[in-house]
């Protein structure tokens, strides 16, 4: 099947509340999921793509033991991790602002690639043992990469590290590290790091005026000034 331009909005459901996958290829491109509710807003295994998607706004985790393939999409303020991976590829994608960790690769190694993992309320990646090359980890309040025992080792190869609030890397659940040269190496599976701020651009910013109204039948919140 495939699912083009189409907004999956205010659905219910503790797995799956917006898209359930059990085996199949679907493809959605240029798809908008907001606002959903549940555990698992996009849950189940299969070779799903998605394209040019965003998946942003959703009380939950945005893809649950997710074993597809995400491109040029932006995950984003949603209130679980953004990707608990099953061999997810991720690739020239934003994961940004979400509630939890970035990427969890508890259940199955991950790859991103030239992706940027920033801004998210845990670590860039925790319990991973993906593979992250071309990649930014920058300004996750934790750690940019968090081994969180010694069966986590994940591949990092040619990425960028700043501001991530704890340290850049936890090693094997107990050792830290700071500075592409100490991570290049102290840490397994690491090369090629690179310091520096990534000089993220941003649009028209401020501050609001007037308190949020939220809307509990379509879960939206709208910020207007007063």
Same mark, same amino acid.
């Given at each position: 099947a495939?699912?083009q331009?189409v %907004?999956?909005?205010?659905n219910r *459901?503790? *797995?799956?509340s917006?898209?359930?996958?059990s085996?199949?290829?679907?493809?959605?491109? /240029?798809c908008?999921?907001?606002?959903?509710?549940?555990?698992? =807003?996009?849950?189940? #295994?299969?070779?799903a793509?998605?394209?040019?998607?965003?998946i942003?706004g959703?009380e /939950?985790?945005?893809?649950d033991t997710?074993s597809?393939t =995400?491109e040029r999409s =932006?995950?984003s303020a949603?209130?679980g991790n953004?990707? +608990?991976s099953f061999?997810?590829?991720?690739?020239? #994608?934003? =994961?940004?602002g979400?509630? #939890? +960790?970035g990427?969890?690769? *508890?259940f $199955?190694?991950?790859?991103l690639?030239? +992706?940027?993992?920033?801004g998210?309320?845990?670590s860039?990646?925790?319990?991973?043992? $993906?593979v992250f %090359?071309?990649s930014?980890?920058?300004?996750?309040?934790?750690y940019?990469?968090d081994?969180?025992n010694a069966?986590?080792?994940?591949? &990092?190869?040619?990425?960028?590290?700043?501001?991530n609030?704890? &340290?850049? +890397?936890?090693?094997? $659940?107990t050792?830290?590290r700071t500075?592409?040269?100490?991570?290049?190496t102290?840490v397994? $599976?690491?090369s090629?790091?690179?310091d520096g701020?990534?000089l993220f %651009?941003?649009?028209?910013?401020?501050?609001?005026t007037a308190?949020?109204?939220?809307d509990p039948?379509?879960?939206r919140? %709208?910020l207007?000034?007063?």
């Open positions: 495939i699912f331009d %907004t999956f909005r205010g *459901a503790s *797995a799956g917006a898209v359930g996958l085996g199949g290829s679907p493809q959605l491109l /240029g908008r999921i907001y606002g959903n509710r549940g555990d698992r =807003i996009t849950y189940g #295994s299969g070779s793509l998605f394209r040019d998607c965003v942003a959703n /939950g985790t945005a893809f997710f597809g =995400i =932006i995950i949603n209130t953004a990707l +608990s061999g997810a590829l991720v690739s020239n #994608s934003l =994961i940004s979400n509630w #939890s +960790s990427v969890s690769s *508890a $199955g190694a991950a790859t690639l030239n +992706s940027t993992i920033a998210n309320d845990g860039g990646a925790r319990e991973s043992s $993906g %090359t071309n930014i980890f920058a300004g996750n309040r934790d940019g990469v081994e969180t069966n986590n080792d994940p591949t &990092v190869t040619h990425s960028l590290f700043f501001g609030g704890l &340290v850049e +890397s936890r090693d094997e $659940g050792l830290v500075g592409a040269v100490a991570i290049d102290n397994a $599976g690491v090629n790091s690179v701020d990534p %651009t941003f649009g028209a910013s401020g501050s609001w308190n949020g109204v939220h039948v379509a879960y919140t %709208t207007t000034d007063a």
